[in-house]
């Protein structure tokens, strides 16, 4: 019994950390924190990514993601990114905006 409880309460847990995307796709429960209106992941203009010989360049604006207050440049690992559900740039960025923990890319040729 104390297992089937345990089970149920780590299933629920890790369904209340994780959010989904706008279209609909769950971001991975270590990427986001929050919800869907306060959590940091989320979509990115597809006109802050470049893809580089390093990897991606991400340029956020204020506006561009609800954490950013300032301009960031990150350089991302191509090895590094994720699958978008949805054929969109999202990321997410935790424990604050100048941390990118996870990011999400559409597949290349999308």
Request: aromatic share 10%.
């Amino acid at each position: 019994m104390r297992s089937i409880l345990a089970g149920v309460m780590i299933a629920f847990a890790s369904s209340v950390s994780a959010h989904d995307a706008p279209a609909g796709w769950s971001y991975e429960p270590f990427c986001c924190n929050g919800d869907n209106h306060t959590g940091d992941c989320q979509m990115i203009p597809s006109k802050s990514v470049k893809v580089t010989p390093r990897g991606y360049r991400v340029t956020l604006l204020p506006g561009d993601h609800r954490l950013v207050t300032r301009a960031h440049v990150f350089m991302l690992p191509m090895t590094k990114a994720m699958q978008s559900g949805d054929g969109e740039y999202h990321l997410c960025l935790f424990p604050n905006e100048d941390t990118p923990r996870c990011f999400y890319a559409p597949e290349m040729g999308y």
